[in-house]
């Protein structure tokens, strides 16, 4: 068997690696054209569906909602807080600000 010198060996990893680089952007170009194609699709075929919105439910909707201002009271605290963790906070009320 014949012995690999150096550059033997570079050369075979250099286009190993060219030829995987290859095939992973032929491959994301591919799973992007079928994206595209299946978006393209969604959007021609829309179908018509009924929703059921809250008002047929109120009760539903009071949960809803309840559930929106609690998420609303963290994400504040989560933005005041300021990746500083030794704060403390205190909710006196809730007040919806547009």
Do not use: C
Not at 13 to 42: D, E, P, Y
Not at 61 to 67: H, I, K, P, S, V
């Amino acid at each position: 068997m014949e012995r690999f010198s150096y550059l033997d060996i570079v050369v075979i990893t250099v286009v190993g690696l060219l030829v995987l680089f290859v095939l992973l952007i032929v491959w994301q170009l591919f799973r992007q054209l079928i994206q595209m194609r299946a978006n393209q699709h969604k959007g021609n075929h829309q179908t018509e569906t009924s929703v059921q919105t809250n008002q047929d439910f109120p009760a539903l909707a009071q949960d809803e909602d309840e559930e929106t201002k609690i998420i609303a009271v963290l994400m504040a605290l989560i933005l005041a807080n300021e990746d500083r963790q030794d704060k403390t906070y205190q909710v006196s009320k809730i007040e919806r600000i547009r």
